[in-house]
Protein backbone atom coordinates (compact mmCIF):
# COMPACT_ATOMS: atom_id res chain seq x y z
CA UNK A 1 0.00 0.00 0.00
CA UNK A 2 2.28 2.81 -1.60
CA UNK A 3 -0.08 5.70 -2.00
CA UNK A 4 2.48 8.03 -3.58
CA UNK A 5 5.87 7.67 -4.47
CA UNK A 6 7.99 10.39 -5.25
CA UNK A 7 11.92 9.94 -6.53
CA UNK A 8 14.57 11.34 -5.81
CA UNK A 9 14.51 12.28 -1.91
CA UNK A 10 17.41 14.27 -2.36
CA UNK A 11 19.27 16.23 -5.19
CA UNK A 12 21.48 18.66 -5.96
CA UNK A 13 22.02 20.74 -9.43
CA UNK A 14 24.14 22.99 -11.29
CA UNK A 15 22.57 26.35 -12.59
CA UNK A 16 21.21 25.34 -15.78
CA UNK A 17 20.97 21.62 -15.53
CA UNK A 18 17.60 20.12 -15.82
CA UNK A 19 16.14 17.12 -13.79
CA UNK A 20 12.65 15.48 -13.93
CA UNK A 21 10.56 14.69 -10.32
CA UNK A 22 9.08 11.05 -10.46
CA UNK A 23 5.70 10.68 -8.75
CA UNK A 24 3.40 7.66 -9.04
CA UNK A 25 0.22 6.80 -7.27
CA UNK A 26 -1.26 3.58 -7.13
CA UNK A 27 -4.79 4.51 -5.43
CA UNK A 28 -6.34 4.92 -9.11
CA UNK A 29 -6.77 8.80 -8.43
CA UNK A 30 -7.74 11.05 -11.36
CA UNK A 31 -6.26 14.40 -10.03
CA UNK A 32 -2.13 14.64 -9.78
CA UNK A 33 -0.49 17.95 -8.17
CA UNK A 34 3.02 19.16 -7.91
CA UNK A 35 3.40 21.96 -5.05
CA UNK A 36 7.05 23.32 -3.90
CA UNK A 37 6.91 24.36 -0.47
CA UNK A 38 9.57 27.37 0.80
CA UNK A 39 10.05 28.21 4.34
CA UNK A 40 7.85 30.01 5.62
CA UNK A 41 5.18 30.33 2.54
CA UNK A 42 3.22 27.11 2.81
CA UNK A 43 2.56 25.32 -0.37
CA UNK A 44 2.65 26.82 -3.96
CA UNK A 45 0.81 25.01 -6.72
CA UNK A 46 3.49 24.40 -9.85
CA UNK A 47 1.35 21.96 -12.11
CA UNK A 48 -2.16 19.88 -11.80
CA UNK A 49 -3.73 17.18 -14.12
CA UNK A 50 -7.62 15.80 -13.76
CA UNK A 51 -6.42 12.31 -16.15
CA UNK A 52 -4.59 11.35 -18.32
CA UNK A 53 -3.16 13.21 -21.15
CA UNK A 54 -4.90 16.42 -19.67
CA UNK A 55 -2.60 19.05 -17.44
CA UNK A 56 -3.08 22.57 -16.36
CA UNK A 57 -1.08 25.41 -15.03
CA UNK A 58 -0.88 26.12 -11.28
CA UNK A 59 0.20 29.36 -9.65
CA UNK A 60 3.92 29.30 -9.98
CA UNK A 61 4.39 27.07 -13.10
CA UNK A 62 7.41 29.04 -14.56
CA UNK A 63 10.53 26.88 -15.35
CA UNK A 64 8.93 23.71 -14.84
CA UNK A 65 7.04 21.20 -17.33
CA UNK A 66 4.61 18.10 -16.66
CA UNK A 67 3.18 15.30 -18.70
CA UNK A 68 0.64 12.46 -17.64
CA UNK A 69 0.55 9.81 -20.18
CA UNK A 70 -0.85 7.37 -17.93
CA UNK A 71 -2.90 7.50 -14.38
CA UNK A 72 -0.20 6.44 -12.13
CA UNK A 73 2.22 8.67 -12.80
CA UNK A 74 2.84 12.72 -13.08
CA UNK A 75 6.54 13.76 -13.76
CA UNK A 76 7.96 16.94 -13.30
CA UNK A 77 10.59 18.56 -15.33
CA UNK A 78 13.47 21.60 -14.64
CA UNK A 79 14.78 22.75 -17.93
CA UNK A 80 17.63 25.22 -16.66
CA UNK A 81 17.50 24.79 -13.40
CA UNK A 82 17.71 28.12 -11.44
CA UNK A 83 18.91 29.03 -7.56
CA UNK A 84 15.09 30.17 -7.16
CA UNK A 85 13.57 26.96 -7.86
CA UNK A 86 15.67 25.58 -4.37
CA UNK A 87 12.76 24.30 -2.68
CA UNK A 88 11.20 20.92 -1.48
CA UNK A 89 8.58 19.61 -3.98
CA UNK A 90 5.63 17.85 -3.05
CA UNK A 91 3.48 15.34 -5.54
CA UNK A 92 -0.48 14.87 -4.41
CA UNK A 93 -3.23 13.28 -5.67
CA UNK A 94 -7.03 12.48 -4.93
CA UNK A 95 -9.87 11.03 -6.37
CA UNK A 96 -12.55 12.83 -9.05
CA UNK A 97 -14.72 12.75 -5.43
CA UNK A 98 -11.44 13.83 -3.08
CA UNK A 99 -10.99 17.47 -4.51
CA UNK A 100 -14.10 18.64 -3.39
CA UNK A 101 -13.88 17.81 0.23
CA UNK A 102 -9.70 18.80 0.00
CA UNK A 103 -8.67 15.50 1.05
CA UNK A 104 -5.14 15.33 -1.02
CA UNK A 105 -2.13 12.27 -0.67
CA UNK A 106 1.13 13.24 -0.54
CA UNK A 107 4.08 11.85 -1.17
CA UNK A 108 7.37 12.10 1.22
CA UNK A 109 8.82 15.06 -0.54
CA UNK A 110 11.77 15.79 -2.73
CA UNK A 111 13.99 18.23 -1.65
CA UNK A 112 16.03 20.17 -4.50
CA UNK A 113 19.22 22.33 -4.07
CA UNK A 114 20.27 24.64 -7.18
CA UNK A 115 23.84 25.59 -6.67
CA UNK B 1 -10.79 35.34 -4.45
CA UNK B 2 -10.11 33.73 -1.03
CA UNK B 3 -6.97 33.68 1.37
CA UNK B 4 -6.13 32.19 4.96
CA UNK B 5 -4.11 33.77 7.45
CA UNK B 6 -2.50 31.49 10.25
CA UNK B 7 -2.12 33.70 13.38
CA UNK B 8 1.18 31.82 14.65
CA UNK B 9 3.96 30.88 12.95
CA UNK B 10 5.66 29.35 16.32
CA UNK B 11 3.60 27.99 19.24
CA UNK B 12 5.24 25.87 22.27
CA UNK B 13 3.44 24.21 25.19
CA UNK B 14 4.10 21.52 27.78
CA UNK B 15 3.07 18.17 27.10
CA UNK B 16 -0.11 17.04 28.63
CA UNK B 17 -1.37 21.20 28.27
CA UNK B 18 -4.06 22.22 25.73
CA UNK B 19 -2.66 23.17 22.24
CA UNK B 20 -4.88 25.72 20.15
CA UNK B 21 -3.72 26.66 16.71
CA UNK B 22 -5.39 29.93 15.10
CA UNK B 23 -6.72 30.38 11.33
CA UNK B 24 -8.47 33.22 10.26
CA UNK B 25 -9.78 33.18 6.56
CA UNK B 26 -11.50 35.48 3.86
CA UNK B 27 -13.67 34.57 1.21
CA UNK B 28 -16.93 35.53 -0.70
CA UNK B 29 -18.88 32.34 -0.54
CA UNK B 30 -19.51 29.15 1.97
CA UNK B 31 -15.98 27.83 2.04
CA UNK B 32 -14.42 24.13 2.97
CA UNK B 33 -11.59 24.06 5.54
CA UNK B 34 -9.30 22.42 6.50
CA UNK B 35 -6.19 21.02 8.35
CA UNK B 36 -2.64 19.01 7.45
CA UNK B 37 -0.24 18.31 9.53
CA UNK B 38 3.27 17.34 7.77
CA UNK B 39 5.69 16.02 10.60
CA UNK B 40 9.16 16.23 10.18
CA UNK B 41 10.79 15.00 6.60
CA UNK B 42 7.14 13.85 5.73
CA UNK B 43 4.09 14.40 3.60
CA UNK B 44 0.90 16.34 4.50
CA UNK B 45 -1.77 14.45 5.93
CA UNK B 46 -5.16 15.20 6.07
CA UNK B 47 -6.16 15.94 10.10
CA UNK B 48 -9.99 17.05 9.39
CA UNK B 49 -12.22 19.14 7.36
CA UNK B 50 -15.03 21.57 7.40
CA UNK B 51 -17.82 21.13 4.41
CA UNK B 52 -20.69 22.87 5.62
CA UNK B 53 -21.99 20.08 8.16
CA UNK B 54 -21.58 20.52 11.93
CA UNK B 55 -19.33 23.48 12.73
CA UNK B 56 -17.29 21.48 15.53
CA UNK B 57 -15.34 19.00 13.58
CA UNK B 58 -13.47 16.01 14.85
CA UNK B 59 -10.16 14.96 13.58
CA UNK B 60 -7.80 12.35 13.87
CA UNK B 61 -5.57 12.00 16.98
CA UNK B 62 -7.96 14.06 19.40
CA UNK B 63 -7.82 17.50 17.19
CA UNK B 64 -10.76 19.53 16.24
CA UNK B 65 -11.92 22.65 15.18
CA UNK B 66 -14.79 25.14 15.15
CA UNK B 67 -15.95 26.66 12.31
CA UNK B 68 -17.11 30.04 13.20
CA UNK B 69 -18.58 32.52 10.46
CA UNK B 70 -19.20 35.24 12.39
CA UNK B 71 -15.41 35.70 13.31
CA UNK B 72 -14.38 34.15 10.36
CA UNK B 73 -11.61 31.35 11.98
CA UNK B 74 -11.52 27.76 12.24
CA UNK B 75 -9.03 27.34 14.88
CA UNK B 76 -7.41 24.01 15.45
CA UNK B 77 -7.52 22.53 19.05
CA UNK B 78 -6.48 19.38 21.53
CA UNK B 79 -7.37 19.06 25.13
CA UNK B 80 -3.79 17.65 26.04
CA UNK B 81 -0.67 17.74 24.20
CA UNK B 82 1.54 14.78 22.91
CA UNK B 83 5.18 14.44 22.32
CA UNK B 84 4.10 12.96 18.84
CA UNK B 85 2.46 16.05 18.29
CA UNK B 86 5.12 17.94 16.98
CA UNK B 87 4.93 19.28 13.79
CA UNK B 88 3.93 21.48 11.38
CA UNK B 89 0.47 22.47 11.06
CA UNK B 90 -1.40 23.96 7.76
CA UNK B 91 -4.60 25.39 7.21
CA UNK B 92 -6.45 25.11 4.18
CA UNK B 93 -9.24 27.06 2.13
CA UNK B 94 -10.80 25.54 -0.81
CA UNK B 95 -12.19 27.62 -3.85
CA UNK B 96 -15.49 27.81 -4.94
CA UNK B 97 -16.76 24.43 -6.65
CA UNK B 98 -13.43 22.65 -5.09
CA UNK B 99 -11.52 23.13 -8.64
CA UNK B 100 -8.50 20.86 -8.77
CA UNK B 101 -6.75 24.60 -8.54
CA UNK B 102 -8.18 26.12 -5.61
CA UNK B 103 -6.85 25.27 -1.99
CA UNK B 104 -4.60 27.78 -0.50
CA UNK B 105 -2.56 26.78 2.24
CA UNK B 106 -1.87 29.41 5.22
CA UNK B 107 1.63 29.57 5.75
CA UNK B 108 1.55 26.92 8.65
CA UNK B 109 2.50 26.88 11.90
CA UNK B 110 5.05 24.86 14.02
CA UNK B 111 4.34 22.95 17.15
CA UNK B 112 6.73 22.68 19.66
CA UNK B 113 6.07 20.55 22.43
CA UNK B 114 7.81 21.07 25.36
CA UNK B 115 8.56 17.97 28.01
Known amino acids: NAGVTQTPKFRILKIGQSMTLQCTQDMNHNYMYWYRQDPGMGLKLIYYSVGAGITDKGEVPNGYNVSRSTTEDFPLRLELAAPSQTSVYFCASSSSGGINTGELFFGEGSRLTVL | ?115
Open chain 2, 1 to 115: AQSVTQLDSHVSVSEGTPVLLRCNYSSSYSPSLFWYVQHPNKGLQLLLKYTSAATLVKGINGFEAEFKKSETSFHLTKPSAHMSDAAEYFCVVSGPGGGADGLTFGKGTHLIIQP
